[in-house]
T-cell receptor, first 115, second 116 residues
Framework: DAGITQSPRHKVTETGTPVTLRCHQTENHRYMYWYRQDPGHGLRLIHYSYGVKDTDKGEVSDGYSVSRSKTEDFLLTLESATSSQTSVYFC??????????????FGPGTRLTVT | AQSVTQLGSHVSVSEGALVLLRCNYSSSVPPYLFWYVQYPNQGLQLLLKYTTGATLVKGINGFEAEFKKSETSFHLTKPSAHMSDAAEYFCAVSGAGGTSYGKLTFGQGTILTVHP
């Protein structure tokens, strides 16, 4: 298994509170991604990073921000959580000496409930 | 732009029967295609991938898929289903260039149920 951990694994929070999810990798991969998984939608890309301090938006980035100050850590922040952000969040990594290697390896997920 | 459509959100087969999970894609650039499997309460695991070369690709656990450009399809098959194959399966596409470079777009998933 790829060395990817996510914390916390489960979280319940109230509407309007800030939440930060952490993805940590031990593979020294350059590319990291945050997805959310919702029934009937598969996985949708929120944000991704192609290097330290280099990030860009994905398909469903509204209401989310990210930061990457070290190669191994990619943080996802919900500035003010809403019930529509109740979901399972997955982190993924990929690497290639020419760019993304296309196949991505996924962490175990974080189940977030916003009440 | 790229998209993936998985035909059938639920597929049910008997143990020992053929498994066929359908995936069609659209992509404005040459696609790279993937199948992932997700067991309950776990992350996604790569089953197989098509990048270039042979259009019939073999993956783990006896699964294979064939890239058919003319049909824009990448269907997943397994000759004989096993109870342990019960899971959710996702097809995904990544563009080999342009704005889709390196980004995966997923289908909505197909839940496979295997009956004894």
């Amino acid at each position: 298994d790829a060395g990817i951990t996510q914390s916390p694994r489960h979280k319940v929070t109230e509407t309007g509170t800030p939440v930060t999810l952490r993805c940590h990798q031990t593979e020294n991969h350059r590319y990291m991604y945050w997805y959310r998984q919702d029934p009937g939608h598969g996985l949708r890309l929120i944000h991704y990073s192609y290097g330290v301090k280099d990030t860009d938006k994905g398909e469903v980035s509204d209401g989310y921000s990210v930061s990457r100050s070290k190669t191994e850590d990619f943080l996802l922040t919900l500035e003010s959580a809403t019930s529509s952000q109740t979901s399972v969040y997955f982190c993924a990594i990929s690497e290639s000496n020419r760019g993304p290697s296309y196949e991505q390896y996924f962490g175990p997920g974080t189940r977030l409930t916003v009440t | 732009a790229q998209s993936v459509t998985q035909l059938g959100s639920h597929v049910s087969v008997s143990e020992g029967a053929l498994v066929l999970l359908r995936c069609n894609y659209s992509s404005s650039v040459p696609p790279y295609l993937f199948w992932y499997v997700q067991y309950p309460n776990q992350g996604l695991q790569l089953l197989l991938k098509y990048t270039t070369g042979a259009t019939l690709v073999k993956g783990i656990n006896g699964f294979e898929a064939e890239f058919k450009k003319s049909e824009t399809s990448f269907h997943l098959t397994k000759p004989s289903a096993h109870m342990s194959d019960a899971a959710e399966y996702f097809c995904a596409v990544s563009g080999a260039g342009g704005t889709s470079y390196g980004k995966l777009t997923f289908g909505q998933g197909t839940i496979l149920t295997v009956h004894p």
